[in-house]
């Protein structure tokens, strides 16, 4: 089953998305899955993980009833208020929904660089982990130090890096995020997204010889088995059609095995986010 492990969902109003700026105007605009189904279709993917566009409960359980309307939305990945009192609780009522997946928080706006050490997102962490759900890692490439560390205080939780934790995409690999990538891989309960990758190019020019160092990486950092396909939609749709890039990233599969392409495209989302038809 092939899996897109993340993609966005949004009717669109200035104030709520405000972090789409001048340049992303081309996404100022609805993206349902009426939109989405067809550009999965023409490339054979079966389903996607819905990802949380925005910090609200509000967000979380549309996203649910998304799923429940729409078969393609085999998981959804929302946010919850990890440093609220209640967030037990919170965590309790939204794991009864089975489609229902994990947990992402936009570590890469918050302006404290010791965000990751506070007690409270610690302690919510830990909720997370006890009912078995996954935590998306939102990042830019500069606070790779402080999400290892992170990781290391929560051995028992199922990661997932989105992005490959964004790195500004100007030339070569930079050496000092292919050596947090690597040490972070490190560790075995950590997957990676190979997603939002475009959109980390400087005004949005990619091409295929530049971006593939950057696939090599992540590739030989965490293997087949802990590394995912995933579009950024709609926000791709800055930089690249849907098609252009699952094509992009089908092609640097090539030289893989069977099994080994059908665990990047799918079958590790399927795995880690204990997905279902």
């Not at 109003?13 to 023409?42: C, G, H, K, Q, V």
């Not at 566009?53 to 509000?58: D, M, P």
């Not at 075995?188 to 091409?207: A, L």
């Not at 965490?222 to 791709?236: K, T």
């Amino acid at each position: 089953m092939k899996i897109d492990a993340h993609q966005h969902f949004w009717r669109y109003s200035a104030a709520e998305y405000d972090w789409i700026d001048d340049s992303m105007r081309a996404i100022r605009a609805d993206f349902l899955p009426a939109t989405l189904a067809p550009l999965l279709n023409a490339v054979g993917i079966a389903g996607t993980v819905a990802i949380q566009a925005r910090q609200s409960l509000e967000e979380t359980h549309w996203l649910l009833e998304l799923a429940h309307a729409n078969p393609l939305i085999k998981g959804v990945v929302g946010w919850v208020p990890l440093v609220a009192p209640d967030v037990t609780d919170i965590l309790s009522v939204l794991a009864q929904n089975p489609r229902f997946k994990g947990v992402r928080h936009v570590v890469q706006g918050e302006p404290d660089p010791a965000f990751l050490e506070g007690a409270a997102f610690d302690a919510g962490l830990r909720a997370v982990t006890a009912h078995d759900l996954v935590y998306d890692v939102l990042i830019l490439a500069r606070q790779l130090p402080a999400a290892i560390a992170f990781v290391d205080r929560h051995p028992a939780q199922q990661f997932v890096l989105d992005h490959i934790a964004k790195p500004i995409v100007h030339g070569a690999p930079p050496a000092e995020w292919r050596q947090h990538i690597h040490e972070l891989a490190r560790r075995e309960n950590v997957s990676c997204k190979f997603s939002g990758v475009v959109t980390e190019v400087p005004g949005g020019q990619w091409t295929p010889e530049l971006l593939r160092p950057y696939f090599e990486v992540v590739l030989q950092a965490f293997g087949p088995r802990r590394l995912m396909f995933g579009s950024d939609w709609p926000v791709c749709v800055v930089a690249a059609s849907y098609s252009r890039w699952y094509n992009f990233v089908e092609e640097c599969t090539a030289a893989l095995t069977a099994a080994e392409r059908a665990e990047i495209l799918g079958g590790t989302a399927t795995r880690i986010y204990k997905l279902t038809d």
